[in-house]
């Protein structure tokens, strides 16, 4: 039996419970025939015995003498083969027997047990055994013109047996059978045909290691992986993502919403649609995610989210983004040093020693100024070394970058970390960079502001470049939008957005072309 095919199983499962439920329909239709033949019996021994009681020979040889009472038995044998009775028995009022198909009976006296009632004028049926097998018997009183009682009349009929009545019923019972196995056989095999096509053709064996294959896969996946159906209920639920996740135990089945109330799967399947490299707070964990829509033939039937705890993938940024700027800001100091550098050899070649004095303490002064500035006002290293790059970076391009002395940053807004804040620092400035591309009309200028209080935060950034084309104003957040016409452009401000909108923050942008552009980014504390 194991190795037959998995079509062959169906079938002959789906075989065995149609013929078990023909064996069900047939004891119930045999019991409903056994109950209709009763019913249908009772009414033809109170008819016939009715009858009986009715004839006139009856009424008046049952109180004559010995030699008029002997003639009730043969016009009661006649009624009894007209009516097809197995036995019809006159008594009188002292219950002897003035008519029996055995001769032998006559004039016996009847000690039946459910007789007594007859003799009280009752009319009624009731069932016994006995040498003929389950009789059914109707008793009716006979009545003089006196409406006197005068006999009873007793009119039988046996009930088949079990094998008479399949018996009767074999031509019937033989067509349902035949009909009721051809069509099962056909529609079980159909079926078969049918589940064994939406298995993908896969036997039983197949399809368990499969699963188990998947499953081993996913549990060895670094990434976590989470998988819903149409009714938000887990399909696949990984090791990795329980570890990040915290969650104990097989949650395969529960729904979704049950076991990480702030989930963001179910929305795959409201807008029907891949959501890629989005960052999402669930709890107090901030993951990087892809959420895509499980289709089978052209219908959602689920959803799945693959992600990665953030910290690690910030750490490794934030290493990264540090080693960059660390060479950066090595090159650009280098080319400002060997600059002012040439410039005091110079002075000194030409004789000009004061000016050249002068011109290093105007130089040492600056810096340890602006130093001296960041230490006290931006508490985080990071920002300040951003603030310090892009000053320095500023020279290089021959932008000049000010930031405005009363700002000050002594924590970061909620949900947000210095990392948030360097990439949105960062590509504000850098956007700002940008703006200077084509100008070459005028001194160019940035302008930095960061305001903080107990109630907001609040970030700006100014420059007088080309400004922003009023046709584009409302796309400059979209991914991959950008107006310089190259590949690998358009992130920038896509980042800015993400992490505007996961602080819960405001931003408003004012810009005028051919004029500059005001960036103004808003927390609440």
């Known amino acids: 039996m194991n190795r037959l095919p998995i ?17 069900l329909s047939g004891a119930f239709i045999i019991s409903d025939f056994f109950h209709t033949k009763e019913e249908e019996l009772s009414q033809r021994a109170l008819l016939t015995a009715r009858t009986v009681s009715e004839l006139p020979e009856v009424r008046r040889h049952i109180v004559g003498n010995k030699q ?41 006296i009847s000690r039946g047990a459910d007789e007594g009632p007859a003799f009280a004028e009752h009319t009624y049926t009731s069932k016994a055994r006995g040498e003929i097998g389950t009789v059914v018997r109707a008793f009716v009183p006979i009545m003089n013109s006196d409406h006197e009682q005068i006999g009873v009349v007793i009119a039988a009929y046996r009930l088949p047996t079990f094998f008479e ?88 089945g529960r729904s979704i919403r049950s076991v990480i109330p702030d989930t963001h799967l179910p929305e795959i399947l409201e807008v029907n649609k891949p959501i890629y490299n989005k960052e999402l707070q669930i709890g107090n964990l901030t993951i990087w995610s892809n959420r895509i829509p499980i289709k089978v033939n052209g219908k959602t039937v689920g959803a799945i989210a693959i992600f990665q705890d953030r910290t ?33 050899a110079g002075l000194i070649q030409l004789g000009h020693i004061e000016k050249a004095l002068e011109y290093v303490f105007q130089v040492t002064e600056e810096q340890a100024e602006l130093t001296q500035f960041l230490s006290r006002n931006i508490k985080d290293e990071s920002i300040s070394g951003l603030l310090l790059s892009k000053i320095r970076r500023g020279k290089e391009l021959g932008i000049r970058v000010t930031i405005d002395r009363h700002s000050r940053l ?33 001194e160019k200028e940035i302008y930095i502001s960061i305001e903080q209080n107990e109630d907001i935060c609040s970030l700006s950034v100014e420059d007088n470049g080309q400004g922003i084309a009023r046709e584009h104003i409302n796309r400059i957040f979209d991914e991959g939008f950008s107006t310089k016409g190259e590949n690998g452009r358009g992130i920038g401000l896509y980042l800015v957005k993400q992490i505007v909108e996961k602080g819960n923050g405001r931003i408003d942008v004012r810009s005028e072309e051919g004029n500059g552009t005001v960036f103004t980014v808003t927390f609440d504390m």
């Open 410 to 442: 002594h924590r970061f807004p909620p949900h947000l970390d210095h990392h948030d804040f360097v990439v949105l620092l960062g590509n504000l400035i850098e956007n700002a960079f940008d703006a200077f591309r084509d100008v070459t009309d005028r």
């Open 165 to 252: 009545a399949i018996d009767s019923l074999k031509e019937e019972a033989a067509v349902a059978v035949v009909l009721s196995l051809v069509v099962g056989g056909i529609g079980a095999w159909l079926l078969a045909s049918h589940i064994k096509r939406q298995m993908f053709e896969l036997e039983p064996h197949e399809i368990a290691k499969l699963l188990i294959e998947r499953t081993e896969a996913f549990n060895a996946m670094h990434e976590g992986v989470i998988a819903i159906d149409s009714d938000e209920n887990i399909t696949i639920f990984n090791d990795r993502a329980k570890q990040m996740l915290g969650v104990k135990g097989d949650v395969i």
């Open 7 to 23: 079509r062959w199983k169906i079938t002959i499962l789906i075989f065995a419970i149609v013929s078990f439920s023909m064996l």
């Open 68 to 108: 008029s009472r002997a003639l009730i038995n043969p016009v009661v044998e006649r009624v009894r083969v007209i009516h097809s009775a197995d036995y019809i028995v006159v008594l009188d009022m002292n219950k002897v027997r003035l008519s029996h198909p055995l001769p032998s009976m006559i004039g016996t």
């Open 312 to 344: 690690e993938v910030k750490r490794l940024a934030e290493e990264l983004t540090g080693v960059k700027a660390f060479v950066h800001a090595l090159r650009v100091q280098n080319h400002e040093y060997m600059n002012k550098l040439h410039t005091i």
